[in-house]
């Protein structure tokens, strides 16, 4: 079971995921509970980190940023101690959960899970901090904002878990976010593919990591809401929504479930992405791995990359989104490297954003990328770049067009649910 900051953010709320936690374990199961920190918290010891050394250790950082969840952790147990249930606290270096020595972006390579096994077999309710690990030469590791999902899903596949049930302030996963289409649907199944495009590329529900993970170890994940009533069925009745394989997709429709396979699944929205345009660069080969190496080795992620047709003298435009919390970096490397790229000059743009429709039944249907640009056109709505994966058809636009561009696809592509 993973709970996430708003369902962390005070006592009052730990109390209610104590309850939660403790019907779990008294309908027979074996539970072993991964927390965020409150909400707002971890920004909160961010800010701390920016105000004591602009140019932060990441080493350091891990340190302070870890402490939000290794506090609800231990409140957590307390809260269940003081129902009667058996519970402890499991730092990630008690366990251990190793990870590789990227601070701030740390992966898990190893989890050792026999103590926590036993633990657990001993009845007692294993609580764990999510989002930290332990580095090769035992500092404090962070796997990234958002990262408590991905630790959710490794204890889960550890111990060979039955399910993982995230909590979060949702209650599934939407054809997209409600607040901004208030006839979006729920959706009971989506396959592992579907959620890890929607994941990354702005849906917020699960991190991508976390999904890829459960992807590969084939971990059964469930979204459900942690704001229930106190005395809500078990989470296996509630009607979040399962994140499946394929296969259990196919053999769920064949078995008459109301889950009927869409063209399109969802369309997500991210706004937390910037744009940078190098110009005149030379169009030689190395050219273009000269502009990305260094990004790479920054551990800087780059999506959407466009190379401009040639110029008469040999040379040519080159746009690529970074995150936005990314660019400051992203533009000192490049300016310290503008040299050896030998390029003119770096424009760079943060009031962009990404819109994306996602869905398995593109494999098998022509016109879904004609479909969306003839919908943004029809609106006015200029497209500035377009990636596109084997499920998957991004653009990016003007940010402030952001929620315009999302409603009319939501309804061009039949999504809106039945008045």
Known sequence: MKFGGTSMAGT????????????????????????????GETDRLVNFCREANALYDPAEYDVVVASGEQVTSGLLALTLQAMGCKARSWLGWQLPIKTDDAHAKARIEEFDSEALLASMAAGEIAVIPGFQGVSPDNRITTLGRGGSDTSAVAVAAAVKADRCDIYTDVDGVYTTDPR????????????????????????????????????????????????????????????????????ELANAEQEGSDMERQLITGIAADKNEAKVTLTRVPDRPGAVAAIFAPLAESNINVDMIIQNVAKDKGETDVTFTVPQADLVRAQALLEERKEAIGYYRMIADSNVAKISVVGVGMRSHAGVASTMFKTLADRGINIIAISTSEIKVSVLIDTDETELAVRVLHTAYGLDAAA
């Not at 976390?210 to 069925?233: C, G, H, T, Y």
């Open 180 to 247: 901004i289409v208030a006839k979006a649907r729920k959706l009971p199944l989506v396959t592992y593919e579907e959620m890890l495009e929607l994941a990354s590329v702005g849906s917020k529900v699960l991190q991508t990591r976390s999904v890829s993970l459960a992807m590969k170890e084939n971990v059964r994940v469930q979204v459900l809401s942690s704001f229930i009533d106190e005395n809500a069925p078990a989470a296996d009745t509630l009607p979040g929504t399962m994140i499946v394989s394929d296969e």
């Open 12 to 39: 009052e709320r730990i109390r209610r995921v104590a309850g939660i936690v403790k019907r779990q374990q008294e309908a027979g199961h074996e539970v072993a509970v991964v927390v965020s920190a409150m909400a």
